[in-house]
């Protein structure tokens, strides 16, 4: 599975973003797609997820302002962000999360980090 990832950019504080993310290669079995966030030094964190059946997960500081949406013909997956705060700087991953049926192991694959900057 191949993410490529577009979107990110300068934006002052409460502003918006619309983060896209094209997903290519083998789908199969591909259960959840989402979006992480890390700056350097930091461990990555999520920011939000979304099922095969739309089912829906945030992080507490995104709720709100954050929405994640997917195109399940186009296999692409978006993140509006809205009302953006300098702490939401940070490069944004897109993320895709594999279960192979009669497998004991999960699968992440991750694009490349689009960097989002928020100024004060």
């Known amino acids: 599975v191949q993410l490529q990832a577009s979107g990110g950019g300068l934006v002052q504080a409460g502003g918006s973003l619309r983060l896209s993310c094209v997903a290519s290669?083998?789908?199969?079995?591909?259960?959840?797609l989402g979006w992480y966030r890390q700056n350097i030094g930091t461990e990555r964190e999520l920011v939000a997820t979304?099922?095969?059946?739309?089912?829906?997960n945030y992080a507490d500081s995104v709720k709100g302002r954050f929405t994640i949406s997917r195109d399940n013909a186009k296999n692409t997956v978006h993140l509006q962000m809205n009302n953006l705060k300098p702490e939401d700087t940070a490069y944004y991953f897109c993320?895709?999360?594999?279960?192979?049926?009669?497998?004991?192991?999960?699968?992440?694959?991750w694009g490349q980090g689009t960097l989002v900057t928020v100024s004060s």
């Open positions: 993320n895709a999360h594999k279960v192979p049926p009669d497998n004991p192991f999960e699968y992440d694959y």
């Open positions: 290669g083998s789908m199969s079995n591909i259960n959840r």
């Open positions: 979304i099922s095969t059946t739309g089912n829906t």
